[in-house]
């Protein structure tokens, strides 16, 4: 996928960890995956996520996958 098709992207995992009281590493433990993948993530970094891992995701943070990436694209000129 080219770059910029990602573009736009947002990903509110610091949001919903932050609501929660759960830690970076706790969520890694508790999904399966290493600290430093979820790290890509959340710093916007990932280029693609496995639905497995997006429902292990939203069952352990209790939310919807629209609740963790959203699109918002930027303004064409």
């Not at 830690?23 to 430093?36: D, H, M, P, Q, S």
Request: net charge negative; with cysteine.
């Amino acid at each position: 996928m080219p770059p910029e098709e990602a573009e736009g992207i947002v990903v509110h995992l610091d949001e919903l960890l932050a609501e929660r009281g759960i830690t970076l590493t706790e969520l890694a433990a508790r999904v399966g995956i290493t600290v430093v993948n979820l790290s890509v993530l959340k710093n916007g970094r990932a280029k693609a996520i496995r639905f497995s891992t997006l429902a292990a995701l939203c069952r352990e943070l209790d939310c919807r996958p629209g609740d963790l990436i959203d699109y918002a694209p930027a303004e064409r000129s």
